[in-house]
T-cell receptor, first 114, second 115 residues
């Protein structure tokens, strides 16, 4: 079974802090994704990566950056956390050419910025 | 703009009753269609998908969805729900329009099954 893990289930940070959310997948997938989930808005794509050191902006990249130094790991960085970044963050992965196929999701990190 | 609409944000239903969760998408281009389920405090799991072939697809736990190209819809149905089906359901679409094709999600439908 594909396993996607996220470093924290719950995280509380203060406004202005730098925040790192980590995601690891164990299926050698080329593609990895970061989404934000908010009530009534569904999932919105923040960034994705189709290869090591490669990244592409999604629909809502403002205020976020990403890092992919190893194939299995994809990090989401909030350079200076703000209260409007309080949300559920979901990581996903799939294989190359998997644009037409399912994505496998981690359990999510619920981030609260106070 | 390409979009996915789930017409009901919440659907309350009694146990053993039938249910339909509605999903429509905006474009007439070719698509891949998915339903994901999210149980409380968990990530999303794929419930079923349509890529090609038969327009009726089924999941292992009794859900089915039918791709209707003319109505650009992919509604999810179950003839008899259980308490354990209580979850949030997301419809997602890949619009095959060239380049990298993103997965676009609807806003979700919260299914609440009552005894």
């Amino acid at each position: 079974d594909v396993k996607v893990t996220q470093s924290s289930r719950y995280l509380v940070k203060r406004t202005g802090e730098k925040v790192f959310l980590e995601c690891v997948q164990d299926m050698d997938h080329e593609n990895m994704f970061w989404y934000r989930q908010d009530p009534g808005l569904g999932l919105r794509l923040i960034y994705f990566s189709y290869d090591v050191k490669m990244k592409e902006k999604g629909d809502i990249p403002e205020g976020y950056s990403v890092s992919r130094e190893k194939k299995e790991r994809f990090s989401l960085i909030l350079e200076s956390a703000s209260t409007n970044q309080t949300s559920m963050y979901l990581c996903a992965s799939n294989s190359f050419g998997g644009g037409g196929h399912e994505q496998y999701f981690g359990p999510g990190t619920r981030l609260t910025v106070t | 703009a390409q979009s996915v609409t789930q017409l009901d944000s919440q659907v309350p239903v009694f146990e053993e009753a039938p249910v339909e969760l509605r999903c429509n998408y905006s474009s007439s281009v070719s698509v891949y269609l998915f339903w994901y389920v999210q149980y409380p405090n968990q990530g999303l799991q794929l419930l079923l998908k349509y890529l090609s072939g038969s327009t009726l697809v089924e999941s292992i736990n009794g859900f089915e969805a039918e791709f209707n190209k003319s109505q650009t819809s992919f509604h999810l149905r179950k003839p008899s729900v259980h308490i354990s089906d209580t979850a949030e359901y997301f419809c997602a679409v890949i619009f095959l329009s060239g380049g990298y094709n993103k997965l676009i999600f609807g806003a979700g439908t919260r299914l609440a099954v009552h005894p």
